[in-house]
Nanobody
Framework: QVQLVESGGGLVQAGGSLRLSCAAS????????MGWFRQAPGKEREFVAT????????YYADSVKGRFTISRDNFKNTVSLQMNSLKPEDTAVYYC????????????????WGQGTQVTVSS
């Protein structure tokens, strides 16, 4: 079955960096759009970034544009999220997701989800 396993979360001070990774198995990885979403306590899951199947198009939420970078390796079946200049408001559980189609910013587009990794940014 499809498995998406996130890693790389943790506790970091404001202004610091983290790199999240997601390892995919049980699917033809290169056929899927990959996305990162996050959910803070008491809030809805929100779009963070997405990358198309070939990796040549990326889209970001306005709140992370210029600070976060999504990338993928279709040989290693991994997708990563480099997070720089982290802010306390970036604190959330971050989820990796695989899906098809549009809209790319909607959780409903993604049929497969990881368990999530906690990112906590202290002020």
């Amino acid at each position: 079955q499809v498995q998406l396993v996130e890693s790389g979360g943790g506790l970091v001070q404001a202004g610091g960096s983290l790199r999240l990774s997601c390892a995919a198995s049980g699917l033809t990885f290169s056929r899927y759009t990959m996305g990162w979403f996050r959910q803070a306590p008491g809030k809805e899951r929100e779009f963070v970034a997405t990358i198309n199947r070939s990796g040549d198009r990326t889209y970001y939420a306005d709140s992370v544009k210029g600070r976060f970078t999504i990338s993928r390796d279709n040989f290693k079946n991994t997708v990563s999220l480099q997070m720089n200049s982290l802010k306390p408001e970036d604190t959330a559980v971050y989820y990796c997701a695989a899906g098809y189609g549009d809209p790319w910013y909607s959780p409903s587009t993604y049929a497969n989800w990881g368990q999530g990794t906690q990112v906590t940014v202290s002020s």
